[in-house]
C-alpha cells in the first residue's frame, strides 16, 4: 500500500535533494509551515526577466515535503511566472484528487499523486507549492 | 379558529425528537422554552453518537487516517455552517461555544484593538447580557462610549433614533436579530447600511433567529453574526462567529494554545490563518458533528417554510392570548416571531410558570437575561417562545392554563 | 516477557467500548494516541444521549421543572468532578471547553489583575503550547517577565533550577503534571510547595494525569489545576478549572454574558458568586453530563488500579523499544507514564506514522504543540501514548510496524 | 397539586404583607437577589443589645418570595442572634427538604415546606431567609 506513496523516486529525492540550499541576495524568500508536524519549507528565488531564474529550497520535513520541494525547485526553474503558476495549480489539483496528472507536463512530480490515498500527506506534499505559490503573490 | 390548515404537520415533526415520544418515568412536556433552548431530533443525537463511537480522533494534528477523518468531518461542518448562513467561504466561520463566546471574541480581539477612547459603540435596550455585557466592559477598558438606542413604546428600534446616535467617532453597532423577550424582528440589514455608511461596523445577534427564518449574512451585509447551536436543534458546548476575512485577518487571536501558531519558539510566534487563529486548543469536535446534523435537520423542513408556519401559529397565539383577561402583551404586533413575554393581572411571572408547570406546560418566566430592558418594561415577565414542532393544541393548553393561573390567584 | 501477569485484563475494558467493536466499513484500530484524546465508552455515550433525548433544557434559568432537573444534572457533574479532584467544595470548580480555556481563563481574569509590571511568570521548558502562551502574552501586555525553567537532559525538573529562579517577584509557577511529549511525571507538590514558600502561586496542567493516576489538589496543594473531558473518556466541549475559592472569589469575570450577574441596570452592575461569575451563557450541560459518566468510568476501575496497570505495560514497551535499532526514546526511564516520544534513525516521524498507520497502528508525529521543547529536542518526534485499554499486544504490534519502517526505508 | 404550594396563608401574606416597608437610619441594610427570575428582597434591620429589634422589608417578587419575606420579618422581630441563626437552619433544611417542620417552632413558616415538590420554587422560599443570614454575618 504504501509502494505508491514511497516510490523510489520520492525517496531518490529524498535522500538526495536538488535545488537544496539558499541563495546570495537579492532573493525573495519566503517560509511554509506545516504546524502539525513541523514540516518547515523556505524558498529563496530570483525573479529576472518575469521568470524564476533561481530558486533553492531548504528547512526540514517528512520524506515527501521534502522530495516535493526538490521536484518543484527543478521544475519551475526557468519558467514564466504564469508558467509556474499553471504547474502549482496542476499539482495541487493532482495531489487533492481533484484532477489527474499529466506525465508529459509534470515528469516526475506525477509520483506525488501517490499522497492521495494519505489524506494526512496531503499538505506535506502541497506545502512547498503553497509556499511558492505566496512567493510569487507577494512578489507581484 | 377552525378553519385554518396549517403549512405543516408538527405530529410528524415531534415523530423525529425523542423527548416527545411516550417515557415510562418522564411525564410528557408541552414545551414552549424554545427562546432558552430547543430540543433535540434523534439525527442529531445519533450523529453525536456515532462520532464518538466510531470516529473519534483529534483534530488537525498529523499522524493517522482516524484524525484526518476526524478533522474532514469537522471542516465539513464549518462548510455547511458557512453554507447555511451563506457566507463567502468556510474560513469567515468561526466555532465557538455559543453565541456568549463569539460575542465575547469580538469585543475583546476587535473591540480591544480597534475601539480607542472616545470611541462610540451602540447597542440596543432590548440586548441580551451576551450582547450587553461584553460592550459595556469594554467601553470602561478602552474608555469608549457606550450609547444605548432606546426603543419604542411597542418594543421597536426607530431607524431614526439610530441616525442621530451615529457619529464619526461610532464604531459598531451591536444589536439582536430577535429580541428573546419582545419577538420583534428587527431590520438588520437597514441597520447595517445606516452604521456602514456611518463608517461604523454592524454586528448582529442571530441567537433566537437562524432556526426560525433564512438567515443571508451577505444579504444582510453584517460584519458579525453569531448563534448558538442548542437553540438551532443542536448541541450544548457549539456555536459560530461569522466575520468577513479581512476583520478575522486584522483581528488578534482570542484565547492562545495549541493549533493556532504556526511556529513559536522562545523569541518568535507566527500565528496560523483565520478561522484556525481563533479555535484555540482542542474544539468541540462531536459537537460540530452535532451541528451539522441540526442544520441538515432545519434545512430538510426548510427555512421559509419554518417561517411560515411559525408565523401562521404567532397568528393564532396573538389572537388567543387576547382572550385572557388581563394579559398584557409586550412587542409588536401582529409581526413578530413567536416569542411571546406578558404580564398577566398582579400575577407574578414566576407564580404563572409553576402553575402552568404542574399542568405540564413549560415556559420560563424572569427577567431573561436582559434587565435593562425588564427595568423598562416594568419587571420580570413570563415568556412562551414556539418552535417548528409547537401546534395550536399547545397553545390552546397555554390559554386554558392561563385561566387556571388566574382562578388560584383569585381573578374570577 | 510471556511470564508477566497484568492486573488488568483489557479485552474486557476494550468490551466497553464501541470503538473497538468490529464494524463493517471501518477497519479496527490499535489506538496509540490517547495523549491526543482517548475512546469513549458506552456508558459516556448514552449518557449524553440519554440527556438529549429526555433531560434537555437550559439551567439556572426559573420555569418549569425540566430546567431543574437540568440544572440537577449539571451541578451533580460539578459535585462529581470537585470529588474525583479532592476540592474543598463544588464552587472550586468552573466548568470549561477544556484545558486551554481554563489556562487561557486564569491568564486573563487572575493575571492580568495580579501580575504587574516587572513580576515574574515562570514555566517550563516543556509545557504544551496551552500553558506556554497565555503567558507569553501576559508577559507582554503587562510588561511582565516569563521565566522558563530549562529541562535536564534526561527530560527533567531540577527542583534546585527552581530555586535559582524564584525571586520575590514571581507570582506563579506553571507546570505540567504529566509531559505530553517526555512522558515523565513532574513533583508537583514540591513544586507548589517551592513557589508558596517564595510566595508565589502554583498552577498545575493535568490534561495528561487525571486519566491516569490520582490526583488531589489538596494533596498537591496547588492553586490552579485543569484537565479535558476528551483526553479522560469523556465527550470534547467540556473540561474543568480548579481554583481555591479565595482566588475566584477575588478574580474578575473573564467572559461576560447571561448568568454571571445576580442585577444589571445600565448603572449597576452586580457579579454572581463563584462559580457562576466564570460560566457566561448557556454552559455545556450535555458534555458535563458526559465528563460526569467518564468519571465514573475511570473510578469504576479505579485510578491507583490504572496507575499501577499502565505502569506495568509502560515497562513492558520500554524494554520491547530497546530492541528497536536505531530508536531513541526521550524522557526519562523507567520512571514515566505511558507517553512515548521517539525518533527511529533519520526516518522523519512523519514517515513513520504514516507506515504505522498503513498498517491500522494509530500514533502520532510532529510537535505534539510544544514548540520549544521540539526545538530542544532536536525536532519532530513519533509518539505512541497509552490508555487503560492498551495491552501489550497492542505494543507488540507497534514494534512489529518500526521495524517495517526501517525496511520501508532501507535500514537494514 | 399546588393547593400544597400555594396555601391560604402564603396568599395572605403575599396580599398583606407584614413587615413591609424601610427603617429609618441607623440601620443595616442588606439586599438579596434571585438573577434568574428578578426577585429582589431589600432586608433593614436594626440590632439592639444582641437582638433583632426592628426589621422590614422591601422589593419585589413572586408570592412565595414575598410571603416567605412576610413570615420571616414577623418572626424573628425581637430574636436574638443565636434564635434567629437557629431559625433560619431549621427553615432551609425544612424547604429544601432536608428536614420536617416544627409546626410549634415555626407557627405559619410550616407552609414555606410546600416548595419541596417545585424544586425551582425553592430559592424564592430561601432568598429572604439566605439575606438575613448574610446581613447577620456582615453585622457581626
Ligand atoms: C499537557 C497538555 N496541556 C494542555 C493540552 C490542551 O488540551 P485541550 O486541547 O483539550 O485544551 C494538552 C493536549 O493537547 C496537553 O497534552
Ligand atoms: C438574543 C440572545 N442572545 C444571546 C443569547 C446567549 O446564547 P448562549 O447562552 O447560547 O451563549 C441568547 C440566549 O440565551 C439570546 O436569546
Known amino acids: 500500500m504504501f509502494d505508491e506513496l514511497y516510490q523510489e523516486i520520492i525517496l531518490d529525492h529524498y535522500r538526495h535533494p536538488r535545488g537544496r540550499g539558499e541563495l546570495e541576495p537579492p532573493k525573495i524568500t519566503q517560509e511554509g509551515f506545516n504546524p502539525s508536524c513541523g514540516d518547515e519549507v523556505i524558498l529563496d528565488l530570483r525573479l529576472e526577466d518575469g521568470r524564476i531564474s533561481d530558486i533553492r529550497f531548504h528547512g526540514r520535513g517528512c520524506s515527501i515535503s521534502q522530495a516535493s520541494a526538490s521536484m518543484m525547485t527543478e521544475a519551475v526553474k526557468g519558467k514564466t511566472l504564469a508558467e509556474a503558476h499553471a504547474l502549482i495549480q496542476q499539482v495541487l489539483a493532482m495531489v487533492k484528487g481533484e484532477a489527474e496528472g499529466d506525465p508529459d507536463a509534470l515528469g516526475d512530480i506525477v509520483a506525488l499523486a501517490g499522497v492521495r490515498n494519505f489524506p494526512v500527506r496531503v499538505k506535506c506534499a502541497t506545502l512547498a507549492w503553497h509556499t511558492l505559490e505566496e512567493a510569487l503573490r507577494s512578489a507581484t | ?412
Open chain 2, 1 to 412: 379558529m377552525a378553519t385554518t390548515t396549517f403549512s405543516i404537520d408538527a405530529s410528524e415533526i415531534r415523530r423525529q425528537f425523542p423527548f416527545f415520544q411516550p417515557h415510562p418515568e418522564m411525564r410528557s412536556l408541552i414545551y414552549l422554552d424554545n427562546a432558552a433552548t430547543t430540543q433535540k431530533p434523534y439525527s442529531v443525537i445519533e450523529a453525536v453518537s456515532n462520532f464518538w463511537a466510531h470516529h473519534n480522533a483529534n483534530v488537525h494534528r498529523g499522524g493517522h487516517g482516524a484524525g484526518a477523518k476526524a478533522s474532514e468531518l469537522y471542516e465539513a461542518a464549518r462548510q455547511r455552517v458557512a453554507q447555511f448562513l451563506n457566507a463567502r467561504e468556510p474560513a469567515e466561520i468561526v466555532f465557538t461555544r455559543g453565541t456568549t463566546e463569539a460575542i465575547n471574541l469580538v469585543a475583546s480581539s476587535w473591540g480591544e484593538a480597534f475601539v480607542k477612547a472616545g470611541d462610540e459603540v451602540i447597542i440596543t435596550e432590548m440586548e441580551h447580557h451576551a450582547n450587553l455585557l461584553p460592550w459595556m466592559r469594554l467601553a470602561e477598558k478602552q474608555g469608549a462610549t457606550l450609547k444605548v438606542w432606546r426603543i419604542t413604546d411597542d418594543g421597536r428600534l426607530n431607524l431614526d433614533d439610530l441616525r442621530t446616535l451615529l457619529t464619526e467617532r461610532t464604531r459598531l453597532v451591536a444589536v439582536v436579530h430577535i429580541s428573546n423577550v419582545l419577538g420583534v424582528v428587527n431590520p438588520v440589514a437597514e441597520i447595517c447600511r445606516l452604521a456602514h455608511d456611518a463608517g461604523a461596523l454592524c454586528l448582529v445577534d442571530a441567537a433566537q433567529s437562524v432556526a426560525h427564518m433564512p438567515v443571508d449574512v451577505q444579504a444582510i451585509d453584517c460584519d458579525f453574526l453569531m448563534f448558538s447551536g442548542h437553540k438551532a436543534y443542536g448541541p450544548t458546548g457549539i456555536g459560530a462567529l461569522y466575520a468577513k476575512r479581512s476583520l478575522l485577518e486584522a483581528m488578534p487571536p482570542y484565547q492562545v494554545g495549541g493549533g493556532i501558531v504556526k511556529t513559536v519558539s522562545w523569541e518568535r510566534l507566527v500565528w496560523s490563518e483565520p478561522p484556525a487563529k481563533f479555535e484555540a486548543g482542542t474544539p468541540p469536535i462531536g459537537e460540530a458533528v452535532g451541528l451539522h446534523a441540526a442544520l441538515d435537520f432545519i434545512d430538510s423542513i426548510g427555512r421559509a417554510t419554518i417561517e411560515a408556519y411559525e408565523h401562521e401559529l404567532t397568528r393564532y397565539a396573538l389572537e388567543r392570548l387576547q382572550e385572557v383577561p388581563g394579559l398584557r402583551l409586550f412587542g409588536p404586533t401582529p409581526d413578530r416571531a413567536g416569542i411571546f413575554a406578558f404580564m398577566l393581572e398582579d400575577i407574578h411571572p414566576h407564580d404563572i410558570a409553576t402553575v402552568l408547570d404542574a399542568r405540564d406546560i413549560a415556559i420560563r418566566s424572569g427577567l431573561h437575561c436582559a434587565h435593562p430592558l425588564g427595568a423598562r418594561l416594568g419587571g420580570s415577565t413570563a415568556r412562551a417562545s414556539l418552535a417548528v414542532y409547537n401546534d395550536t393544541a399547545h397553545i390552546d393548553a397555554l390559554i386554558e392554563g392561563l385561566h387556571e393561573v388566574r382562578k388560584v390567584f383569585g381573578y374570577v
